[in-house]
């Protein structure tokens, strides 16, 4: 059975740092490619970031400079480290496993996890 659980939400001031993680069980890890989504309320799931299994990356233009992604195979758990947020990244955040990651995109894969609240306010 293949899970994937989001953790380090939660709510910080503008300008501030938080980490997320997604750890994985059911499947071998360094073998799927792996992103981050979030969903805005009332808008549509979006990418944010994602890395491949050779460790290339892509970021959305909105992840750009203030996020960076990251894996760890030895813990089958993928990262995002958010610095500098803003209001507007106020989501739920996903980690999403075996979709498309390349020089032009990412795309969602089969495996998704119950996703994290991250919320940014003063």
């Known amino acids: 059975q293949v899970q994937l659980m989001e953790t380090g939400g939660g709510l910080v001031q503008p300008g501030g740092s938080l980490r997320l993680s997604c750890t994985t069980s059911g499947i071998t890890f360094s073998n799927y490619n792996m992103a981050w989504y979030r969903q805005i309320p009332g808008q549509q799931r979006e990418p944010v970031a994602g890395i491949g299994v050779r460790d290339n990356s892509y970021y959305t233009d909105s992840a750009k400079v203030r996020f960076t992604i990251s894996r760890d195979n030895d813990k089958n758990t993928l990262y995002l480290q958010m610095d500098s947020l803003r209001p507007e990244d106020t989501a739920v955040y996903y980690c999403?496993?075996?979709?498309?990651?390349?020089?032009?995109?990412?795309?969602?894969?089969?495996?998704w996890g119950q996703g994290t609240q991250v919320s940014v306010s003063s």
């Open positions: 999403t496993a075996g979709g498309e990651v390349t020089s032009h995109g990412i795309g969602p894969g089969p495996y």
